[in-house]
T-cell receptor, first 116, second 115 residues
Framework: AQSVTQLGSHVSVSEGALVLLRCNYS??????LFWYVQYPNQGLQLLLK??????LVKGINGFEAEFKKSETSFHLTKPSAHMSDAAEYFC??????????????FGKGTHLIIQP | GAGVSQSPSNKVTEKGKDVELRCDPI?????LYWYRQSLGQGLEFLIY????????KSGLPSDRFSAERTGGSVSTLTIQRTQQEDSAVYLC?????????????FGEGSRLTVL
């Protein structure tokens, strides 16, 4: 079964600093990988996704992630943090493996704190 | 509608009561998903619908949980004889056809508190 592990339940960075949120996956098939963001009292919103093709994917709000098969990783980065980036971030992998399963398996989330 | 709509947004109930949570997906989305979000536990997959059928019910935690979808649109998640451990935010999402290359669109969730 597919799974993801997010390292660090809380990450704190200063405004303007690099944001790095770590995600490692396990999948029995070539994975489809996603990052979602959840602002307080809201649903989840897609930041970016990797399906096939270019391994560096760019998303909304200046975020990007790189699929590294050799490291089974899909870390999320942003060069310069903004106060509005404070939120919960979820890494996810597709549950699809050729059978009837669909949907996503999510990690436990990383709470991003931005220090002024 | 413009987005995924869930109701009620908040529900407080007593242990042992039954609750129903409703999800109205984006018009035209054939796939619908239910997730449970508990503090510190991330999102737990519950069930997936393609049209009115549920090919994957593997995430339902017990036989107290059931879900149905009628007319390929609205879905209801029912929890019978609620327990305190059922307290969580229940999220619904929908997508065009299958998820594999597409995007899940989430509602804002129904927060359930079991006293």
């Amino acid at each position: 079964a597919q799974s993801v592990t997010q390292l660090g339940s809380h990450v704190s960075v200063s405004e303007g600093a690099l944001v790095l949120l770590r995600c490692n996956y396990s999948s029995s098939v070539p994975p489809y990988l996603f990052w979602y963001v959840q602002y307080p009292n809201q649903g989840l919103q897609l930041l970016l996704k990797y399906t096939t093709g270019a391994t560096l994917v760019k998303g909304i709000n200046g975020f990007e992630a790189e699929f590294k098969k050799s490291e089974t990783s899909f870390h999320l980065t942003k060069p310069s943090a903004h106060m509005s980036d404070a939120a919960e971030y979820f890494c996810a992998v597709s549950r699809y493996s050729g059978g009837g399963a669909d949907g996503l398996t999510f990690g436990k989330g990383t709470h991003l704190i931005i220090q002024p | 509608g413009a987005g995924v709509s869930q109701s009620p947004s908040n529900k407080v109930t007593e242990k042992g009561k039954d609750v129903e949570l409703r999800c109205d997906p984006i018009s035209g989305h054939t796939a619908l998903y239910w997730y449970r979000q508990s503090l510190g536990q991330g999102l737990e997959f519950l069930i997936y619908f393609q049209g009115n059928s549920a090919p994957d019910k593997s995430g339902l935690p017990s036989d107290r949980f059931s879900a149905e979808r009628t007319g390929g649109s609205v879905s209801t998640l029912t929890i019978q004889r609620t327990q305190q451990e059922d307290s969580a935010v229940y999220l619904c999402a929908s997508s065009l056809a299958s998820l594999t290359t597409g995007e899940l669109f989430f509602g804002e969730g129904s927060r359930l508190t079991v006293l």
